[in-house]
């Protein structure tokens, strides 16, 4: 099975600060992605990448960057962490393009940032 | 652009009956097609794809979606409702060609099992 994880569950920041969300996936996936999930938004999608340092902004880059230095690990960096930036935090893999793989999604990063 | 609609926040169905959670699309050409569920504190499992093919797609827990071009949907269906289906459902849409790696997620349907 597929297994994608997310350094932590729950994570409480101050306003200003420098956040890193990590995620890793065991399954040799090319893609990975960012998303965050807030209520009546649905899902969106903050960055993704198709490759080692390789990335493409998604719908929502604004105040992110992300990090892809080996394969199983995109990392997600809110350069200085604001309170609307407070949310639940999805990471996914992929096997390679074409759109015709579905997804698989780690558990979560609840952020607070206050 | 790609777009997905989920016209229900909310459905609400006794166990045993059949269930319809609501999805439909947008695209410029022919999509790729998907449901994902959603447990309380955890991520998304996939439950099914329409890519090509028979438009009736079968997939895990017993559902099944329907795709109907001419009135671009795709219905996710269950014939007998269970209590531990109460999750959040989500349906997204990749365009072809063209859409790159960019899934298009709805705003997701809350679906409620009661005894």
């Not at chain 2, 449901?35 to 099914?48: A, D, E, M, S, T």
């Not at chain 2, 794809?49 to 797609?57: F, Q, R």
């Not at chain 2, 017993?62 to 269970?82: D, V």
Request: charged share 20%; proline share 4%; aromatic share 12%.
């Amino acid at each position: 099975d597929v297994k994608v994880t997310q350094s932590s569950r729950y994570l409480v920041k101050r306003t200003g600060e420098k956040v890193f969300l990590e995620c890793v996936q065991d399954m040799d996936h090319e893609n990975m992605f960012w998303y965050r999930q807030d209520p009546g938004l649905g899902l969106r999608l903050i960055y993704f990448s198709y490759d080692v340092k390789m990335k493409e902004k998604g719908d929502i880059p604004e105040g992110y960057s992300v990090s892809r230095e080996k394969k199983e690990r995109f990392s997600l960096i809110l350069e200085s962490a604001s309170t609307n930036q407070t949310s639940m935090y999805l990471c996914a893999s992929s096997l390679p393009t074409g759109g015709l793989y579905e997804q698989y999604f780690g558990p979560g990063t609840r952020l607070t940032v206050t | 652009a790609q777009s997905v609609a989920q016209p229900e926040d909310q459905v609400n169905v006794a166990e045993g009956n059949p269930l319809t959670v609501k999805c439909t699309y947008s695209v410029s050409g022919n999509p790729y097609l998907f449901w994902y569920v959603q447990y309380p504190n955890r991520g998304l499992q996939f439950l099914l794809k329409y890519i090509t093919g028979d438009n009736l797609v079968k997939g895990s827990y017993g559902f099944e979606a329907e795709f109907n071009k001419s009135q671009t949907s795709f219905h996710l269906k269950k014939p007998s409702a269970l209590v531990s289906d109460s999750a959040l459902y989500f349906c997204a849409v990749r365009d072809r060609p063209g859409g790159g790696n960019k899934l298009t997620f709805g705003t997701g349907t809350q679906l409620k099992v009661e005894l």
